[in-house]
């Protein structure tokens, strides 16, 4: 899996975008990234993944640059709730790839 | 749909007693694992299984046992607990190798 770049902490305003940064400038042509989080003492949360295309659901949106070496997670409005350890992961899917490898990510603290 | 469920959330052993921590899932899915959480180490992958009767090892299987007897539940074995096991147990289960969706956790203590 390719090695992913994330700053270590980002503070952000109730209610305000929080834009989460990712680079990943080895990616190769068949893997995706996903984004997970976790919010303290529970278990990782999936947010969303994309290939290539720019990616919306319920949670979030995912934007990935148009060479796929780095995207950004975006949270539209975010609330307290959302204070988190975010996680970028590269992975290929299919085939024998089980694994999931978190880095260190971004803990993203959301201000009132 | 509850998801993934860990049982129990919280344990005390102490050196060399066995117990077993259950995972369970209500998504139909294939695959399902174990993973350990320890401060500043990240989650590491310890067994795995791709279907129902199957285990494998991941990265750091020695002193884990488990089982997948039923599709729906992956069993996590201690046989003789060490303090170096102390950490935070995570379960996940996936329908391939694609988006995996984890449980809430068992924080187990070895004294």
């Known amino acids: 899996d390719a090695k992913t770049t994330q700053p270590t902490s980002m503070d952000c305003a109730e209610g305000r975008a929080a834009n989460l940064p990712c680079n990943h400038s080895?990616?190769?042509?068949?893997?995706?990234v996903y984004w997970y989080r976790q919010i303290h003492s529970q278990g990782p949360q999936y947010i969303i993944h994309?290939?290539?295309n720019n990616e919306t659901n319920e949670m979030a949106s995912l934007i990935i640059t148009e060479d796929r070496k780095s995207s950004t997670l975006i949270l539209p409005h975010a609330t307290l709730r959302d204070t988190a350890v975010y996680y970028c992961?590269?992975?290929?899917?299919?085939?024998?790839?089980?694994?999931?490898?978190f880095g260190k990510g971004t803990l993203l603290t959301v201000n009132p | 749909n509850a998801g993934v469920t860990q049982t129990p959330k919280f344990r005390v052993l102490k050196t060399g007693q066995s117990m077993t921590l259950l995972c369970a899932q209500d998504?139909?899915?294939?695959?399902m694992y174990w993973y350990r959480q320890d401060p500043g180490m990240g989650l590491r992958l310890i067994h795995y299984s791709v279907g129902e009767g199957t285990t494998a090892k991941g990265e750091v299987p020695d002193g884990y046992n488990v089982s997948r007897l039923k599709k729906q539940n992956f069993l996590l074995g201690l046989e003789s607990a060490a303090p170096s096991q102390t950490s935070v147990y995570f379960c996940a289960s996936s329908r391939s190798t694609d988006t995996q969706y984890f449980g809430p956790g068992t924080r187990l203590t070895v004294l």
């Open positions: 992961i590269v992975r290929v899917r299919g085939g024998s790839n089980y694994k999931l490898t």
């Open positions: 080895t990616i190769s042509g068949n893997e995706y």
């Open positions: 994309g290939l290539k």
């Open positions: 998504m139909n899915h294939e695959y």
